[in-house]
């Protein structure tokens, strides 16, 4: 993944947010990484010296002519070992410093001599009445506006006042998130691709429906990584309990419960599109009609007894079915088909189009998954059986064997999701080859 091997510098300023800063060391540590970390004299007000040196395991650069600095030119020696910075959080003064050029104490002078040789991340957090200040927006738009920085906006809620405002610094797995955007090779720069995620809702009465066990993760995970890539992404979701980290608002979302409702945002968004990813589980079928009150239990009675009397008449049911129908009550479901998104976009796919689909099977997989794939005019189809275990619904892994219409394929072993997803990506948009 994008932060394996990867030497990472964070910049810490004097903020209240840089309690969280030791949190986001862990898990950037945990992600493969090699963290090194500069502060600001006053930054170490809010979380101390030993505890950064803990979790990143390197002593931490926080005075410029400290005696105990592995070189005496550190802000220099640091931005050239590293793959990327982060300045995390970034205080109004540390942004206006920044912008103005000004290099004064150990963190500024490190951004100073990186700024224009590597990558670096700056997330500001402050009161939301600095953030307003003009000055501060000023100041922000001159450092977004160099093509090696990126700036992740502050997020709303509590600040350390007491009021809420803009002006938090994001939670320490958004800030990873962004740094592997920092990281990432852009190979889908300029594309646009639609993915659908989640598992749909076909409504019975106004409070119950018919639907299955999609969380959605498999769908983020692929959103993240096409994000990450550089594409531009609308992810067309259905019921999720995951929602997809998105620091640079690359993912546009679009809420679409029922199969109908899928379908139709499916066809609207289409034409516009380079590529589709279809991974949601969408219904088969949807019942006939919807109640408009709820059903209740003395209503199904009153059918079930027709039912009974149906049953003894016809000449069709097993002796069998009739004593089972008069020991229990039967409730009786009307369905029908619902529209085909993967045979509409198939059918409609100009050759500039790429289209990729999902089959979870439990039987004959490959060959439901090439019938399938030739059915749908599919140009690649990802295939995972629900036999294999730590696949499917709900987990955080997934095993997939990706078969692409030019009759190659490619086998997973049991990977994480996001592993999976950045493997679906690579092999089936060819990607593989540049990298």
């Not at 990873?176 to 009465?205: F, H, K, N, S, W």
């Not at 259905?238 to 929602?243: A, E, F, L, Q, Y």
């Not at 692409?404 to 994480?416: F, H, K, Q, V, Y």
Request: overall charge negative; charged content about 25%; some cysteine.
């Amino acid at each position: 993944m994008a932060l394996q091997g990867k030497h990472i510098l964070v910049g810490i300023s004097g903020g209240i947010a840089a309690y969280k800063i030791p949190e986001l060391i862990r898990g950037l540590v945990k992600a493969g990484a090699e963290v090194r970390v500069a502060t600001t004299r006053h930054a170490l007000e809010f979380v101390t010296e030993l505890t950064l040196q803990t979790v990143s395991g390197h002593p931490v650069y926080s005075d410029v002519f400290a005696a105990i600095n592995a070189h005496a030119t550190e802000h220099i020696s640091l931005p050239e070992w590293c793959d990327a910075m982060i300045v995390a959080p970034a205080t109004a003064n540390v942004v206006a410093k920044m912008a103005a050029g000004i290099a004064d104490d150990a963190l500024t002078t490190t951004i100073c001599s990186c700024v224009a040789r590597k990558p670096i991340l700056i997330a500001p957090a402050m009161n939301d009445k600095m953030w307003e200040n003009p000055a501060t927006q000023h100041a922000v738009e001159t450092i977004r506006s160099w093509q090696n920085v990126r700036v992740i906006e502050p997020a709303e809620g509590p600040l350390a006042c007491g009021v809420v405002g803009k002006g938090r610094m994001p939670e320490a797995e958004e800030l990873q998130e962004a740094l592997e955007y920092v990281l990432t090779p852009p190979t889908l720069a300029g594309q646009r691709i639609l993915i659908t995620a989640g598992g749909t809702q076909e409504p019975i009465d106004p409070v119950r429906f018919i639907s299955n066990y999609s969380t959605g993760k498999m769908g983020v995970a692929l959103a993240q990584v096409c994000a990450r890539r550089g594409a531009e992404v609308t992810m067309v979701c259905g019921s999720m309990s995951v929602t997809p980290r998105n620091p640079f608002g690359a993912i546009h979302r679009i809420d679409a419960l029922s199969a109908q409702e899928m379908y139709e945002a499916c066809i609207a968004q289409w034409p516009r599109m380079n590529s589709a990813i279809l991974c949601a589980a969408v219904a088969d079928f949807t019942p006939c009609e919807k109640a408009e009150n709820k059903i209740k239990k003395g209503e199904l009675k009153v059918e079930s007894q027709k039912s009974k009397v149906e049953s003894q008449e016809s000449k069709v049911e097993s002796q069998k079915l009739k004593v089972e129908s008069r020991e229990s009550n039967v409730f009786s479901l009307s369905l029908k088909e619902t529209a085909d998104i993967a045979k509409a976009l198939g059918q409609s796919k100009r050759p500039d189009q790429k289209l990729i689909g999902f089959a979870l099977e439990t039987q004959h997989e490959i060959e439901n998954a090439l019938h399938k794939m030739e059915r749908k005019n599919l140009d690649a189809i990802v295939l995972n059986s629900l036999r294999d275990k730590g696949a499917g619904f709900g987990v955080d892994t997934n095993r997939v064997t990706i078969i692409r219409a030019d009759g190659n394929s490619l086998e997973l072993p049991l990977l994480s999701k996001a592993e999976a997803a950045n493997e679906i990506i690579r092999y089936s948009f060819l990607l593989e080859e540049a990298e």
